[in-house]
């Protein structure tokens, strides 16, 4: 089968041919109908050797949709409550699978993180930018019904990632409150309308693009703002002038963390998303907002992408996509490199 395999850092991941995996054990044989292209991949693709733990070569594609193929012969599909023949979603993240939080279904937090040499499917082990994807577990396998697979793979990582930032600040998103959303891609469109469905929070959007703004906007966000010098004082006036009660950073440079910061409320939120590298310093006393709560959410919890599937089931979520074929995936790539996708990129198995 072809797959789009990362085989030397610092170069292009390559289209090569590989066997079809025959699952064993507990393992769970997936047919891909279709993978996310996150900007997360750019992030390891360019990585310098030495910067991730992950063996190469491997397989790219941690965002992945499918119908389950065959099972090994310990699989324990009835725990799961899932069959061949079933569609899924991939819950991406894998752990250790034996520490405690492994056991909650929360692999995105494993007790042996630093000690493993993968993040999950597609960072360090085959993920699915290929036809067919193995998975260790059942327990990885969420069911998606009828959802169509460009809709259900994006929602493994832009839509519980997002999700999971949200999780953590929703005790602050009462009525009356404004959220800004710095980023509106992938992950950021997603954000801005879990927030409307699920919150009564005001939502401010913020991006470099017009065209990022326009998908706020499509995707409910109450007023748009591209990123500039008054961009700070924009925000703060559309909050009511106390300033923002929560900030979700998809991007992570250390503009927009100054932004995030600058339009903070005092005893508001900051969850950063995005791995754009920049810095914060913090100092007591000094500029930063008093009260102020930083996070640094990865990922989500299993438990969490059946919420976030049981969202987009009932219609609160749509994700914007543009198709490519998988053969076409260098092209999908430069384009996200260029910053000229709209949504989410979704590679789809010829
Ligand atoms: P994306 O490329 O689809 O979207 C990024 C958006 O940010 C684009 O619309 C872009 O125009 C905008 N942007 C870029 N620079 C900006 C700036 N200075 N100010 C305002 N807007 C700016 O990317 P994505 O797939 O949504 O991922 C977003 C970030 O989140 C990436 O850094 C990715 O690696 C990271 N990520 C983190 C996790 C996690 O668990 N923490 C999970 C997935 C992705
Ligand atoms: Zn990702
Ligand atoms: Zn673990």
């Known amino acids: 089968m072809r797959a789009l395999r990362l085989t030397a850092w610092g170069e292009p991941p390559t289209q090569t041919e590989v066997e079809r995996p025959d699952p064993q054990g507990a393992e769970v044989l997936v047919r891909v109908e279709a993978t996310g292209l996150c900007h997360s991949d750019l992030h390891v693709i360019d990585a310098a050797p030495g910067a991730l733990p992950y063996r190469l070569p491997f397989t790219l594609g941690h965002e992945v949709a499918g119908r389950i193929a065959a099972l090994g ?3 324990d599909a009835d725990a799961d409550g899932v069959a061949v023949g079933d569609r899924v979603v991939l819950y991406g993240p894998w752990g250790c699978g034996a520490c405690d939080r492994c056991a909650a279904g929360r692999d995105n937090y494993c007790d042996r993180r630093s000690s493993l040499a993968w993040h999950g499917a597609g960072l360090g082990r085959d993920g699915g930018m290929a036809a067919y994807v193995l998975v260790p577990s059942a327990r990885h396998l969420v069911p998606i ?33 404004t959220t ?3 980023g509106v891609g992938g992950l950021g469109h997603l954000a801005v309308q879990i927030l409307r469905a699920t919150t009564p929070s005001r939502v401010l959007a913020v991006d470099v693009r017009e065209e990022a703004l326009a998908l706020a906007d499509r995707s409910g966000a109450d007023f748009g703002s591209l990123m500039g010098a008054d961009t700070a004082g924009v925000l703060r006036k559309r909050s009511g002038g106390a300033g923002a009660d929560a900030v979700l950073d998809f991007v992570g440079t250390t ?14 939120e900051l969850a950063v998303v995005g791995s754009g590298g920049g810095r914060l310093t913090v100092s007591k ?29 009932s219609g609160a979520i749509h994700v914007e996509t543009e198709q490519f074929p998988l053969s076409a995936a260098p092209e999908a790539i430069d384009r996200l490199r260029r910053g000229l996708m709209r949504g989410r990129a979704v590679l789809v198995p010829g």
């Open 255 to 268: 503009e927009t963390l100054e932004l995030a910061t600058g339009i903070l409320r005092p005893g508001g």
């Open 180 to 182: 800004a959303v710095i």
């Open 145 to 177: 019904g009828d959802l169509p697979a460009d809709q259900a793979a994006p929602l493994s990582d832009a839509g519980l990632t997002s999700y999971h930032a949200l999780a953590g600040l929703r005790h602050a998103l009462g009525e009356g409150t």
């Open 73 to 75: 012969p310990d699989a």
């Open 285 to 313: 006393p000094g500029v930063l907002p008093p009260g102020f709560r930083l996070s640094l959410p990865f990922w989500g919890s299993r438990p969490e992408l059946v919420e976030v599937v049981a969202l987009a089931r």
